[in-house]
């Protein structure tokens, strides 16, 4: 299968024309057409015939590829602009919408030479972690079907660990790549506030979301997020610091690295089976001369308060925009979650409420890039679970708002601080389903997250298995 190999193998491959793109691409909808009607991973997929078309142009250029992404089939979470192309952030408040413009991490990849797929289904406007909340019905789990994929980034996680294409562009603002990512078993990227440009994704909570690779191995992430990543003049927060070559610098060793635990990670209400598998694969860390230093972030607690002020404020505001009132939309087709979103945000930006919560809410949030600069000065990178839980089943979260927020409990915090993180597969429950680790890193370093990660999956293979979904 095609789709088993890397990016550098298939690039290498293509380039070798040991097969061509046209049939890669093929193989990408044979296995869209299998799987797709179990997990219901699309909201649209592109025409076979139009991709194949664009396959086999491509194919006749390859020997003047510059890019290792030429001629890769990938996905975008509906949360991205694409001109011509329907764009639904999930939602039926935008069913109709066919924007005039393109993303730039889109842009960025039609440049590199990569092919377009589909827009996959997730929580309506990012809101949620199980993409159940989405007009498009629920994403199901490729390992087990009577389970979630994890969300808001579900679409392009069930997606890609099934592989029906190389690899998908999802959006985090408190979780939505690492969550779906881990309860996929796919690795995936949430890059440092500004490193790839916003521009063109639709609005969750401004001073949170990120733009990042979600694919199956770390050297795949890697491989994307230098085609990504940049200063864009279209977004005032993306970063103009210097991109890397993370692809190259992946394998470069790294020497008396410290790997801290920060102790309140690992308490009360996290699953002993996802606390046993990650506390393990630190072995594998020490093998590679990685030193391990247990530590403490005493303001753990406070994530949960400071993410769901900040994050709804900054969505009533985002949301305003297709107010009933001034553009005739009916609010009506917002979702449930979404409202209440809209409705605590109002809340707590309102005169009389705003020092109450949405001051106090910010002034915690500094405590909490001082807690991480303090950590990540004693440590070089953080481990920590992504999820409590293993996949919980269909319907289960969204009977439960108060369950719903505490599954986000280990990936909130690093939004409102900035700090990139890497969610890697590391193992599996009894029960087979899939179990996801992130390393935490000081602001722009993704290099060493990637060759951190990269060390962990050249030791291990849980990050090569995929999910039988056959018959
Ligand atoms: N689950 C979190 C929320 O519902 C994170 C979502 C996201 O990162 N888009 O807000």
Redesign the pocket.
């Known amino acids: 299968m095609l789709l088993d190999k890397t990016i550098e193998e298939l690039s290498t491959g293509l380039k070798q024309k040991l097969f061509s793109i046209e049939e890669l691409v093929q193989e990408c909808y044979e296995n869209i057409q299998k799987y797709n009607p179990k997990l219901n991973a699309f909201i649209t997929i592109i025409n076979k015939k139009e991709a194949l078309r664009n396959a086999r142009e491509k194919d006749k250029n390859i020997s003047r590829a510059t890019s290792k992404l030429y001629g890769i089939p990938f996905l975008l979470k509906d949360a991205y602009i694409t001109k011509g192309i329907k764009t639904t952030a999930a939602s039926f408040v935008l069913k109709n919408y066919i924007p005039q413009y393109n993303a730039t991490v889109y842009q960025k990849l039609l440049d590199a030479g990569a092919i377009l797929l589909g827009k996959m289904n997730m929580?309506a406007w990012?809101?949620?972690?199980s993409s159940e909340n989405t007009d498009f019905g629920p994403v199901r789990n490729p390992w087990d079907l009577t389970r979630v994929a994890g969300?808001?980034?579900g679409g392009p996680a069930a997606a890609i660990s099934s592989r029906m294409a190389v690899f998908a562009i999802g959006?985090?603002?408190?979780?939505?790549?690492r969550?779906p990512a881990a309860w996929c078993n796919i690795t995936g990227l949430k890059v440092t506030y500004g490193r790839v440009s916003r521009y063109g994704t639709i609005a969750?909570?401004s001073s949170?979301?990120t733009v990042g690779p979600m694919a199956k191995s770390v050297g795949d992430c890697a491989q994307v997020l230098e085609v990504i990543a940049g200063k864009d003049m279209y977004d005032a927060t993306s970063s103009s610091k210097n991109v890397p070559r993370y692809s190259e610098l992946i394998d470069s060793p790294v020497e008396n690295l410290i790997l801290g635990i920060p102790k309140e990670f690992f308490q009360e209400g996290l699953n002993t089976e996802i606390k046993n598998c990650i506390l393990n694969s630190t072995k594998i860390f020490e093998k590679s001369k990685i030193k391990i230093k247990h530590i403490s972030m005493p303001m753990f607690d406070y994530g949960l308060p400071v993410?769901?002020l900040i994050?709804p404020s900054e969505t009533s505001s985002n949301l305003a925009r297709y107010d009933g009132i001034r553009y005739g939309q009916k609010r009506k087709e917002f979702t449930s979650e979404t409202v209440r979103?809209i409705m605590i945000g109002t809340y707590a930006l309102s005169s009389g409420y705003y020092d109450a919560y949405y001051k106090k809410a910010q002034k915690a949030r500094t405590l909490f890039i001082k807690e991480y600069d303090k950590a990540l000065s004693e440590c070089d990178v953080l481990l920590m679970p992504v999820t409590p839980t293993p996949p919980t089943k269909i319907g289960e979260l969204m009977t439960d708002p108060l369950q719903?927020?505490l599954?986000?409990v280990y990936?909130?915090s690093q939004?409102p601080v900035g700090v990139p993180s890497l969610a890697i597969p590391c193992g599996f429950t009894k029960n087979g389903l899939p179990i996801g680790m992130q390393l935490v890193g000081s602001m722009f370093s993704e290099d060493l997250l990637l060759r951190v990660g990269h060390i962990y999956q050249k030791a291990t293979d849980w990050h090569k298995k995929y999910p039988k979904l056959e018959g």
């Open positions: 929580d990012g809101h949620g972690g969300g808001s980034s959006e985090d603002t408190g979780g939505s790549i969550n969750y909570a949170f979301d993410y769901y994050g979103r719903n927020l599954a986000d990936t909130v939004n």
